[in-house]
Antibody, heavy 125, light 107 residues
Framework: QVQLQESGPGLVKPSETLSLTCTVS????????WSWIRQPPGKGLEWIGY???????NYNPSLKSRVTISVDTSKNQFSLKLSSVTAADTAVYYC???????????????????WGKGTTVTVSS | DIQMTQSPSSLSASVGDRVTITCRAS??????LNWYQQKPGKAPKLLIY???SLQSGVPSRFSGSGSGTDFTLTISSLQPEDFATYYC?????????FGQGTRLEIK
């Protein structure tokens, strides 16, 4: 079955760029959307954005100016870059496969059916 | 932005109880509402999608209902492994948002 694994530095300095990669195994990255979600310590879930395997993206407007999500189909990976980080970006970062389903009116809705285990990123000098 | 508000924020219940968690959207989201379960230190797990569709492999004691602005997640008979935090999530808007979570604790 499909498994996802996040990787990247666990410590990032303020004002620098956070970079994470999610490796997809047991299945192809093609034909799906792929999301990044984060969870600050003791808090709830925040959607960061998603990318389609073809490269089209949708970002959370509150983070859009700092976020870039990219995909490398040859490596079955997708990546997150978050620039100009502050302590508020300290969180567990999850990657997730995202299903886009159409209702009878051809309106698409999205849900995350497979998640990585998450990786903790701390922003500190 | 569509705000998702869950109630209660926390809940104490006993094994065997029937439990209902509510999620309310700040505007109509049709049936584009999903539910997740998260245990401490673990990633969220999808339980219900499109308001009432049970994800494959999820026990049938979990059920979801609702449309428009009001939704419920019901656990018909609580099991020890069900004590966790539950989140709702909407995708009606292009900005996906989650509820703040409902922590289900053992009484």
């Amino acid at each position: 079955q499909v498994q996802l694994q996040e990787s990247g530095p666990g410590l990032v300095k303020p004002s620098e760029t956070l970079s994470l990669t999610c490796t997809v195994s047991g299945g192809s990255i093609s034909s799906y959307y792929w999301s990044w979600i984060r969870q600050p310590p003791g808090k709830g879930l925040e959607w960061i954005g998603y990318i389609y395997y073809s490269g089209s993206t949708n970002y959370n407007p509150s983070l859009k100016s700092r976020v870039t999500i990219s995909v490398d189909t040859s490596k079955n990976q997708f990546s997150l870059k978050l620039s100009s980080v502050t302590a508020a970006d300290t969180a567990v970062y999850y990657c997730a496969r995202t299903i886009a389903a159409a209702d009878p009116l051809n309106y698409y809705y999205y849900y995350m059916d497979v998640w990585g285990k998450g990786t903790t990123v701390t922003v500190s000098s | 932005d569509i705000q998702m508000t869950q109630s209660p924020s926390s809940l104490s219940a006993s094994v065997g109880d029937r439990v209902t968690i509510t999620c309310r959207a700040s505007q109509s989201i049709s049936s584009y509402l999903n539910w997740y379960q998260q245990k401490p230190g673990k990633a969220p797990k999808l339980l219900i999608y499109a308001a009432s569709s049970l994800q494959s492999g999820v026990p049938s004691r979990f059920s979801g209902s609702g449309s428009g602005t009001d939704f419920t997640l019901t656990i018909s008979s609580l099991q020890p492994e069900d004590f966790a935090t539950y989140y709702c999530q909407q995708s009606y808007s292009s900005r996906i948002t989650f509820g703040q979570g409902t922590r289900l604790e053992i009484k």
